[in-house]
DNA sequence: AATTGATTGTAAATAGATTCACAAACAGGG
DNA sequence: CCCTGTTTGTGAATCTATTTACAATCAATT
């Protein structure tokens, strides 16, 4: 699949994950690093690395490997990480409550600015610093917050129900907690975070065959 | 990449989908399903479906479909969910104790029996039902209750270090939420929970290019 | 300034995954 | 009991991703 422009959706995916180890190898104080050594921490071919980066430019020197600092700001370039993301939760429950509070999202320029639930009992209430507000309202509010980005910690039985009125209120990226595998557009991103499915595919490794 | 038998891995990763599919359209009261119909619903060609199925035998009638509630057997036994897996969960801080008392698990067949942290202000403390041990504990704990997979809840700095012990101490499956991704032997499953890597993976598409 | 050793970027080859396409199988009429 | 309309299971074809392999490049050293 390389669904938008010519670059592979499965190299796409696999950037977050180069990002993350440049990261630490520069506050480690190293400054330049070959496709081998990063491969080599990464469990990834040298190769890989090298035809992954090729899709968007020349970044590396021969004979010397790849300046962290450069690459580091190439990569936040292409995956649009030099700007902060404005992201909406969806559903102030306790699992909405610690993802409003989670310290991991500001460093990597994600910002969650509003909070969303239907239960009269919760609009109004604040939450991690943040009034929650009617979902009713989200259309409204999110443009005016300037959201870019919506997670989803609803039910799994009104998942799909408040994610069809994301996508109607234009939303084109959502994070969705719920254990259900929704529908959206194609032109909409969504990308499920799901722990019993990742234990569920490890368990046939586990299985004796 | 096969890595084991002749199933492909992402063929193992999909099963989960199928099953929870399935499993939603086996309590909404539907117990015949076409690949044609299964395949809409979770936005995948019916080819692929049948082709991933059959890598494991013929469970559908040719004409009709597949018996929802055959399939769910079926699909369960090949994944090694007609069993109760235990989990060790380590870091009994904020994400460790909503992970020791989230209901999810436990309906699948995923049960936390037993949790550590290397804080002696944290060990011998009761979170969620658990007494806390101290990690320096785990391979005779982890035996004692008779674990098989692990989920690492601890600081990314430390990620490494922990993981390093849990394969020592023999585990071979780990769900990993540290925001570090990490080394381990080819015979050690390992899976990350990471939001913020999925999130870094839509804002390239995001983007304005 | 030539030589060495390392490492990139990429074209071509290989490997792997998905889709196509159709014979075989089955249920439900008539 | 024989059509008719479906839908499976799967080999073959296609498409996609990864790996190989090497010329081009660069820094360091003599
Ligand atoms: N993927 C994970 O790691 C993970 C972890 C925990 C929970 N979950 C899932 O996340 C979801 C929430 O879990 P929780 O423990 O926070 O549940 P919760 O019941 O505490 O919270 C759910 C919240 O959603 C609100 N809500 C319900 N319908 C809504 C709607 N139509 N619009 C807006 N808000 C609505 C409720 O009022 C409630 O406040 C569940 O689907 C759960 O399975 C996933
Ligand atoms: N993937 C996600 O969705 C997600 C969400 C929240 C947090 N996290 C990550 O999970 C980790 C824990 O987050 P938290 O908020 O619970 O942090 P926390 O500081 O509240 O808890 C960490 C716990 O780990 C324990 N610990 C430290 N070193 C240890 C060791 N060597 N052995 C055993 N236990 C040890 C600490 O004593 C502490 O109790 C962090 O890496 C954080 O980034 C991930």
Request: net charge neutral; glycine share 10%.
């Amino acid at each position: 699949m390389t669904t938008n422009s010519g670059v592979p959706e499965v190299v796409v995916d696999r950037l977050p994950q180069y990002l993350r180890a440049l990261s630490q190898l520069e506050s480690s104080g190293i400054d330049v690093i070959s496709s081998q050594q990063l491969g080599e921490l990464l469990q990834v071919t040298p190769a890989q690395i090298r035809k992954d980066l090729s899709y968007f430019g020349r970044f590396g020197k021969q004979g010397r490997g790849y300046s962290i600092s450069h690459l580091l700001g190439r990569l936040r370039n292409i995956l649009g990480l030099d700007q902060t993301w404005n992201v909406a939760v969806i559903g102030v429950g306790r699992l909405g409550r610690s993802i409003i509070s989670y310290p991991g999202f500001q460093p990597e320029g994600f910002r969650v600015v509003c909070a969303f639930d239907s239960d009269s009992g919760v609009v109004g209430q604040v939450a991690g610093g943040l009034t929650v507000y009617d979902f009713a309202d989200y259309a409204e509010v999110a443009k005016r917050e300037n959201v870019q980005i919506a997670i989803v910690a609803v039910p799994a039985n009104v998942a799909q129900a408040v994610i069809d009125d994301l996508v109607a209120a234009g939303v084109k990226s959502i994070l969705n907690y719920a254990p259900k595998s929704a529908l959206t557009p194609a032109d909409v991103r969504i990308r499920n975070v799901d722990p019993v499915v990742s234990l569920q595919s490890m368990t046939y490794y586990l299985s004796a065959r």
